[in-house]
């Protein structure tokens, strides 16, 4: 998971250290081995992108699928029911008793804390999924697209949020088809067939990554014009729907700057 507690960017001292029983890539730190003879044989498709991966700052931290599901099974990461235009009117009148009722069922407890930094100051309750994160939104520069606040880039860059507001339903969004389907990444191939893992399912501002990619799925994709490497969190690209020769319609990426236009 690129950047999990960190959102996605470098710096904080490098790093954690991996589980005893694995080993990361001298050369990116992202991707985590139980022995050198699992990673001389994964390093064909790992060199793909493995010296991409340097320059970009990425912290990487791993997890367990195994152990995310226990602690955040499918079916709990479901936020608001949300209501009909014609049900927001009547909800309008009666906002502020509807605000007092929601504090009683669900309050914020002073041992709180951010799922995303750990903060414990400004805390709010997000409507996608329940969980609790701080908002710091007030103090965000417009303009400035930084990412060092968790409610606006839990609401921005991840899956979670976009499941919620496109209105996919009221269930889990890891279990989601559209979602599935419907982002960058999210259940594709790069342009040599090669799985890609969705960085917004498993980016740093989720609560718990989605877990469900193959094994050795890419963390880059591939621009379907030039074959640049595009980690779709850290670099510019326009997202684009192409056809391969065999007719299968995918989404695909174009890098900023593609030298073939």
Partial sequence: MPGRGGGGGGGGGGPPPPPASLKRCSKCTLVM?????????????????CGHLQGLGLIGLPFDPVE????????????????????????????????DEEDEEDPIGPDDRCGICGAQENLVRTECCNNILCDESDNYALFSYSRAFCARSHQRYTTCCSHYTEDHGQGDWRSCDKCAAGR????????????????FGTNGY????????????????SCHACGRRVETGS???????????DGTKRMAVKCLGCPRR
């Fill in 184 to 199: 960058v990444g999210g259940g594709t191939v790069d342009g040599d067939g090669r799985p890609v893992r969705s960085w």
């Fill in 206 to 221: 989720n609560f718990t990554p989605m877990t469900t990619f193959p094994p050795g799925s890419m963390i880059t994709t």
């Fill in 68 to 99: 995310e599901l226990a602690h955040y099974p499918l079916g709990t990461q479901v936020g608001k029911e949300q209501s009909s235009d014609d049900e927001d009117e009547d909800e309008d009148e009666d906002e502020e008793e509807y605000e």
């Fill in 235 to 245: 670099q510019g690209y326009s997202p684009t729907a192409v056809t391969d020769a």
């Fill in 33 to 49: 081995y139980c022995g050198v003879a699992c990673q001389r044989a994964d390093w064909p498709r790992h060199k793909v992108e």
